[in-house]
């Protein structure tokens, strides 16, 4: 991999990792909701998880899985639908001090699991793959190495920034109307993360 194609997959995963998408709006609303310490099964899962999924995307299960047109959009259909029940989930929750006992944060397998029906997962991975790599054989799999790499290192720094901003934001939300517009505003930004799906989940039913 050329020093121009590194610096091009770190930028991409920087800019790609830190905008807002599924796994950023619910670690933020984790972090207001449960804290730093609470949300860290969280964080590691999705530190952990997409960087085994772009491994993964790299080695060709991509190729396997989205073989079938119908199930493309059977994924894209599961992960719309769920995304938008955690939308709900989230939009109708409370700070752990306040909501019941049987409210937990997500856990390290569930966050892990949720990449392969995360949009904007899928989009990172099967993007940064098919642009950055080249070649066969080990010079691929070499390649595809410090692409999963970079994303730990971008995913790790990303994650905790999102959860620290929930967490800091938790101080400031010991009023209910604060809190409920909080909750709000996570719960349409992940609404909004839907709607490139849902547009191709159209096109998809047209053709």
């Given at each position: 991999?050329?020093?121009?194609t590194?610096?091009?997959v770190?930028?991409?995963?920087?800019?790609m990792?830190?905008?807002?998408?599924p796994?950023?709006?619910?670690?933020?609303?984790?972090?207001?909701?449960?804290?730093?310490?609470?949300?860290?099964?969280?964080?590691?899962?999705?530190?952990?998880?997409f960087?085994?999924?772009?491994?993964?995307?790299?080695?060709?299960?991509a190729?396997i899985?989205?073989?079938?047109?119908?199930?493309?959009?059977?994924?894209k259909?599961?992960?719309?639908?769920?995304?938008?029940?955690l939308a709900?989930?989230?939009?109708?929750?409370h700070?752990?001090r306040?909501?019941?006992?049987?409210?937990?944060?997500?856990?390290?397998?569930?966050?892990?699991?949720?990449?392969?029906?995360?949009?904007?997962?899928?989009l990172?991975?099967?993007?940064?793959?098919?642009?950055y790599?080249?070649g066969?054989?080990?010079?691929l799999y070499l390649?595809?190495?410090?692409?999963?790499?970079i994303?730990?290192?971008?995913?790790l720094?990303?994650?905790?920034?999102?959860?620290?901003?929930?967490?800091?934001m938790r101080?400031l939300?010991r009023?209910?109307l604060?809190e409920?517009?909080f909750?709000?505003?996570?719960?349409?930004?992940?609404v909004?993360?839907?709607?490139?799906?849902?547009l191709?989940?159209?096109r998809d039913l047209?053709?």
């Amino acid at each position: 991999m050329s020093p121009q194609t590194l610096y091009a997959v770190i930028i991409f995963s920087l800019v790609m990792g830190f905008t807002p998408g599924p796994n950023n709006v619910m670690l933020a609303s984790s972090g207001a909701r449960f804290g730093i310490r609470r949300t860290l099964p969280h964080l590691t899962g999705v530190t952990v998880g997409f960087p085994v999924m772009v491994l993964l995307v790299g080695v060709g299960l991509a190729s396997i899985l989205l073989a079938s047109p119908l199930l493309q959009i059977a994924m894209k259909i599961v992960s719309c639908i769920y995304l938008l029940w955690l939308a709900f989930q989230i939009a109708r929750s409370h700070s752990a001090r306040s909501d019941n006992a049987n409210a937990r944060p997500m856990t390290f397998v569930q966050a892990a699991a949720f990449q392969w029906i995360n949009p904007k997962a899928w989009l990172m991975a099967v993007s940064a793959i098919s642009a950055y790599t080249a070649g066969r054989g080990s010079q691929l799999y070499l390649q595809v190495a410090i692409i999963a790499g970079i994303s730990v290192f971008v995913t790790l720094l990303s994650t905790w920034t999102w959860a620290a901003f929930g967490a800091a934001m938790r101080r400031l939300l010991r009023a209910p109307l604060a809190e409920r517009l909080f909750n709000l505003f996570m719960a349409l930004l992940l609404v909004a993360s839907t709607v490139p799906i849902l547009l191709e989940i159209g096109r998809d039913l047209q053709l």
